[in-house]
DNA sequence: TTTTTATAATAGTATTACTATCATTCAAAA
DNA sequence: TTTTGAATGATAGTAATACTATTATAAAAA
């Protein structure tokens, strides 16, 4: 039995959902392929129609502007980690290891999970390291936020820093401590492959010293205080 | 009497550079304060000469575009910030104090210092925490580290690594940890007044609550191993 | 005085970011 | 079976963006 895992998407986030046709699933399998190659900024809906073989007023169909199919693909990224993370943590009781685990996950390059052909998770998972802050250092986060396009990466926050309070309940700074893991995760993997004199994984690039430096700095902090 | 302090900036950055004539100084000060008025994205240079009273052409003659103007403000940036750190820590010698001392003065809002009137330090520092990442978030960092563009970015950092290690000579992690502190000053205010959900600020919105939160963070980490 | 240099004024191009219209297909409802 | 309607394709068109080029003019340096 294969459990299928449909990430249950914000509405106002597109026009017609993407998922409900092929154009939709092409337009999702194609702009994670073409932000990967250019990156966000050179990447074009009419680029885009070009490479799926569709007219560039198909896709606005779909999606209003890249902006949010950018808050999309972000969306669904951070609601299909949570759902990992609540997968591969499930049986766990301990919260330190649970926590340790999550930081694995985060800072872990995922694998191309077959289960939705039309998104391949590995190259999501890159693009969210170089594109995802994008999505909300603009003028529009709190438009943006009001209509609750960060609501699966906040409720991501929430679950970690939960955790974090359950490691320590006198732990006075869970969720700022919960962000800093989740945007470090991904920043030092950024710094380590881009700018690596900022890290101290310039020479190996190996992901596992990025999971041992957050866990060195997180339990340091908890047991401390 | 007032030193002058004057940031040597990489040449490749512009075309002419912008601090040797008025129309220069005019491109700095209203590109700062246009960028933080409307954002990055909706910034174009039409805009800029409109705001100064040039023409479009006069504007391309000092910045090839305006992504390698976003890189002279942060480079301008982060090396004013250095100097601020060397002039601040100065007379300090235990290293832990000065280590403090630079987490403040990266987590604290910096007052426009009038000794360059045509840089808004203070609306510069909001600009470096909601933009100054998309500096680097590009397909060109390669390219753009190559010319040495986040050399000040890099120093800074490579400074607060240093006095981590003064700190604790058996640190494993001291860039890494650099750069957390670093960027973690800036996405936790942009958090508190953006996101305030991903923070223990939301309610308060203070900076000294984020200083309280790094000192707990890099302390703990410090002392423990 | 001549020459250089910076700027202003104007024009023009390719691309981007859309919006609008109309014809076609194909499946579901009447 | 016909009708309807929803999705798509094809084509156009507009305003703004991101530039480049040309010429004239004014001010400063030689």
């Given at each position: 039995m294969k459990l299928h895992v449909q990430i249950k998407m914000?509405?106002?986030?597109?026009?017609?959902?993407?998922?409900?046709s092929e154009l939709g699933k092409n337009i999702l399998k194609h702009s994670i392929q073409l932000i990967h190659k250019s990156g966000f900024e050179a990447f074009t809906f009419k680029k885009l129609a070009e490479d799926i073989g569709t007219t560039e007023a198909g896709i606005y169909r779909y999606f209003e502007n890249k902006h949010k199919l950018l808050l999309y693909l972000t969306a669904w990224y951070w609601g299909w980690l949570e759902f990992q993370i609540s997968f591969h943590t499930?049986?766990?009781?301990?919260p330190t290891v649970k926590l340790k685990r999550i930081i694995t996950l985060l800072a872990t390059a995922v694998?191309?999970?077959?289960?939705?052909?039309?998104?391949?998770e590995s190259l999501l998972h890159q693009i969210i390291i170089s594109e995802g802050s994008k999505a909300f250092l603009t003028k529009q986060v709190e438009e943006d936020n009001k209509q609750h396009f960060f609501k699966p990466y906040k409720d991501l926050c929430a679950v970690v820093g939960n955790i974090i309070l359950e490691c320590n309940?006198?732990?006075?700074?869970p969720r700022s401590l919960a962000s800093t893991i989740v945007e470090m995760a991904h920043f030092q993997n950024f710094f380590m492959n881009?700018?690596?004199?900022?890290?101290?994984?310039?020479?190996?690039?190996?992901e596992s010293e990025i999971i041992s430096f957050l866990n060195d700095l997180v339990f340091a902090g908890l047991n401390k205080s």
């Open positions: 914000n509405e106002a986030l597109f026009l017609r959902d993407p998922e409900s499930n049986n766990i009781d301990d694998e191309d999970d077959e289960q939705t052909n039309y998104i391949n309940l006198a732990y006075k700074y881009n700018l690596p004199s900022l890290t101290d994984f310039g020479n190996t690039k190996e």
